[in-house]
């Protein structure tokens, strides 16, 4: 920074909403912006191009973007990199299941192929880790209505 042309710099930081670190002075025009005084001066001078604002440089997503596409292609899941316990590393666990085993043993109250009774052991079978997919489930329901009859 140039002793002397502080103030230049400081009213043009403000004119271009900036810092006064982002505010660029033409090293050759020094003289033309040491005579400016007030904002209007100023103000003139970055119409004229002698000052600028410098361009504000952000961090670059460049890293960020190759780290997700290997985390994509199951990459980077080394121990190392492994904060939680073992169990909540799981991306689809039990709850999932769960949520669509409860809705298929609804539709199938619904629609009278269970009754109240077997609606709840199922259900808490369902709880209980029975079964280990909704195919499975209703194969189950289909056994025992054979049972039945």
């Known amino acids: 920074m ?13 004119y271009l909403k900036v810092g006064e670190g982002k505010v660029w002075l033409d ?10 005084i007030t904002s209007a001066d100023v103000e003139s001078l970055i119409k004229k191009g ?10 670059s997503r460049g890293r960020a973007r190759a780290v997700r596409l290997k985390k994509k292609h199951g990459h980077r899941k080394g121990v190392g990199s492994r904060k939680g316990k073992k169990g909540a590393r ?34 808490v079978k369902i709880k209980g880790n029975a079964f280990h997919s909704v195919a499975h489930m209703r194969s189950v329901i289909e056994a025992t209505k054979k049972e039945k009859t």
Do not use: C, H, M
């Open 90 to 123: 799981s991306d689809l666990g039990w709850a999932p299941k769960v949520r669509a085993l409860r809705n298929e043993l609804e539709k199938q109250l619904k629609t009278g192929k269970i009754d109240k009774d077997d609606f709840r052991s199922f259900y």
């Open 27 to 36: 090293p050759s025009k020094f003289k033309e912006i040491k005579e400016a």
């Open 50 to 59: 002698f000052i600028k604002k410098r361009l504000i440089i952000g961090q």
């Open 2 to 14: 140039v002793a002397g042309l502080k103030t230049q710099r400081r009213l043009a930081s403000k």
